[in-house]
């Protein structure tokens, strides 16, 4: 029986995140789930926001399903014991190098990014993020007295294994990757380029790559979206122009991720855990359930599954759209909603 730990967060983490589970009871009824205190959560119920009891039973578990974590009641906490750092020691404990971002502009639904509907038609992009090295995880670090530092910091390994499953997963779409870097500035750029170039050639030869500048690829990714299918980048640039490229489909709402490794996967929505509207049901749990279906695609091989859940979602989002979409549907009503085309 597949075992997934659930660390419903904060905010409205918990709220999106019980609606996940009733989805993965819908169409699981094998999956056993257990619940810990991670984030801010985990730092009131422990004083620590990613507390060893929670390590252990993550590191036993087949896959993990997160929330949303942070709020401001927590920004003035030491840094260690924010709920950020908590995440950061989270996805290292599991080492879950590879971060994948679906970003799609959902059939029917283009006249909700800010983009004109003929732009946004037919966009489909997966980000491949390298997720832990760069300036994140980069020593030294510090800040001292006036002045501060952090150091972005490669190895050719790092850059292969990520660079391997951009390539692999551009194969199972259009078979196209951008692998975006600040060569023309940054010798870790450099590196990072000349390693993606070398495993390409040597290993890739059927899937195109083409190399662009971050400051180009944020420009294009808002101006030409369609024009990319896979795009390979490190740890800052990937979450900067992951986090852009969320308002195409007209919602951080609707995104979800997984981080992949050698073991088990994280799941997440990509959006925070907006503590404005958290206990008034009306959040849009959409990317939760969306990182539910990737968690029974990557973590337990449940193929059709995954498409039954992403299909239902995408109805849902038709026929009950939630408040950020310019509907009325709250958590609840979504949610039955997608239950409902579930059959």
Same mark, same amino acid.
Not at 137 to 149: I, K, L, N, S, V
Not at 310 to 322: C, D, N, R
């Given at each position: &029986?597949?075992?997934?730990? +659930?660390?419903?967060?904060?905010?409205?983490?918990?709220?999106?995140?019980?609606?996940?589970?009733?989805?993965?009871?819908?169409?699981?009824?094998?999956?056993?789930?257990?619940?810990?205190?991670?984030?801010?959560?985990?730092?009131?119920?422990?004083?620590?926001?990613?507390?060893?009891?929670?390590?252990?039973?993550?590191?036993?578990?087949?896959? *993990?399903?997160?929330?949303?974590?942070?709020?401001?009641?927590?920004?003035?906490?030491?840094?260690?014991?924010?709920?950020?750092?908590?995440?950061?020691?989270?996805?290292?404990?599991?080492?879950?190098?590879?971060?994948?971002?679906?970003?799609?502009?959902?059939?029917?639904?283009?006249?909700?990014?800010?983009?004109?509907?003929?732009?946004?038609?037919?966009?489909?992009?997966?980000?491949?993020?390298?997720?832990?090295?760069?300036?994140?995880?980069?020593?030294?670090?510090?800040?001292?007295?006036?002045?501060?530092?952090?150091? &972005?910091?490669?190895?050719?390994?790092? +850059?292969?294994?990520?660079?391997?499953?951009?390539?692999?997963?551009?194969?199972?779409?259009?078979?196209? *990757?951008?692998?975006?870097?600040?060569?023309? +500035?940054?010798?870790?750029?450099?590196?990072?380029?000349?390693?993606?170039?070398?495993?390409?050639?040597?290993?890739?030869?059927? *899937?195109?790559?083409?190399?662009?500048?971050?400051?180009?690829?944020?420009?294009?990714?808002?101006?030409?979206?369609?024009?990319?299918? +896979?795009?390979?980048?490190?740890?800052?640039?990937?979450?900067?122009?992951?986090?852009?490229?969320?308002?195409?489909?007209?919602?951080?709402?609707?995104?979800?991720?997984?981080?992949?490794?050698?073991?088990?996967?994280?799941?997440?929505?990509?959006?925070?855990?907006?503590?404005?509207?958290?206990?008034?049901?009306?959040?849009?749990?959409?990317?939760?359930?969306?990182?539910?279906? &990737?968690?029974?695609?990557?973590?337990?091989?449940?193929?059709?599954?995954?498409?039954?859940?992403?299909?239902?979602?995408?109805?849902?989002?038709?026929?009950?759209?939630?408040?950020?979409?310019?509907?009325?549907?709250?958590?609840?009503?979504?949610?039955?909603?997608?239950?409902?085309?579930?059959?």
């Amino acid at each position: &029986m597949p075992q997934i730990v +659930v660390l419903p967060g904060d905010g409205i983490g918990p709220e999106v995140t019980r609606a996940a589970i009733e989805v993965l009871q819908k169409v699981s009824s094998d999956l056993e789930f257990s619940e810990y205190a991670f984030g801010g959560a985990g730092f009131e119920k422990y004083g620590d926001p990613f507390a060893p009891e929670v390590e252990a039973a993550v590191l036993g578990a087949d896959a *993990v399903l997160l929330g949303a974590i942070g709020g401001p009641q927590f920004e003035g906490l030491p840094k260690p014991q924010r709920p950020e750092a908590g995440l950061l020691r989270l996805r290292k404990a599991m080492g879950v190098y590879a971060n994948l971002r679906p970003v799609k502009v959902f059939p029917g639904l283009e006249h909700l990014s800010p983009l004109r509907p003929e732009k946004a038609a037919g966009v489909d992009i997966l980000f491949v993020r390298e997720l832990l090295g760069g300036l994140y995880f980069g020593q030294p670090r510090a800040w001292e007295g006036d002045m501060a530092y952090n150091t &972005m910091r490669y190895t050719t390994p790092e +850059v292969q294994r990520i660079s391997k499953v951009a390539f692999e997963a551009a194969r199972g779409r259009r078979n196209r *990757v951008t692998s975006v870097d600040k060569a023309n +500035v940054l010798e870790v750029s450099e590196l990072w380029r000349k390693t993606a170039q070398d495993l390409h050639d040597s290993s890739y030869p059927d *899937v195109t790559l083409n190399h662009e500048l971050v400051d180009s690829a944020a420009m294009l990714i808002v101006s030409d979206p369609s024009r990319y299918d +896979v795009i390979l980048t490190e740890n800052l640039f990937g979450d900067i122009l992951s986090d852009l490229s969320a308002v195409l489909p007209g919602s951080l709402g609707l995104l979800p991720s997984a981080s992949l490794g050698d073991g088990a996967g994280l799941y997440e929505p990509i959006h925070g855990s907006a503590p404005d509207i958290a206990g008034k049901g009306i959040a849009n749990p959409a990317a939760a359930i969306l990182s539910a279906a &990737m968690l029974l695609r990557h973590s337990l091989g449940r193929e059709n599954e995954a498409a039954r859940v992403e299909s239902a979602v995408s109805l849902a989002l038709k026929s009950h759209p939630t408040r950020d979409l310019g509907g009325t549907a709250g958590t609840q009503e979504f949610l039955d909603a997608v239950l409902e085309h579930l059959g």
